[in-house]
């Protein structure tokens, strides 16, 4: 049974920091390409960040997040610093087989942890 369990999201204050984690099982972690993800109400999904052979951000979170992975914990975080308001959202973890081109039949899903930066 595959599952990918993220934690740590909460409410911040605007400058604050955050760190997420997702934790996976079900599958051999070391061979897929890890994400997080974010969305917020009223937008689309969005890619935040990614970690495979090498790192990946979002220019908006470029300088602020760092996106990491522990292949012995099969464990995937996201260190989010200088938070902004507009960093408001669900955040969800993805693990993908493909490691160039998404790999549809192999594409799994958290359920998210919600984020909140509020003063």
């Known amino acids: 049974q595959v599952q990918l369990v993220e934690s740590g999201g909460g409410l911040v204050q605007p400058g604050g920091s955050l760190r997420l984690s997702c934790a996976a099982s079900g599958f051999t972690f070391s061979r897929y390409y890890m994400s997080w993800y974010r969305q917020a109400p009223g937008k689309e999904r969005e890619l935040v960040a990614s970690?495979?052979?090498?790192?990946n951000y979002a220019d908006s979170v470029k300088g602020r997040f760092t996106i990491s992975r522990d292949n012995a914990k099969n464990t995937v975080y996201l260190q989010m610093n200088s938070l902004k308001p507009e960093d408001t959202a669900v955040y969800t973890c993805?693990?993908?087989?493909?490691?160039?081109?998404?790999?549809?039949?192999?594409?799994?899903w958290g359920q998210g942890t919600q984020v909140t930066v509020s003063s």
């Open positions: 970690v495979g052979g090498s790192t």
């Open positions: 993805n693990a993908n087989r493909g490691w160039y081109v998404p790999n549809k039949a192999y594409d799994y």
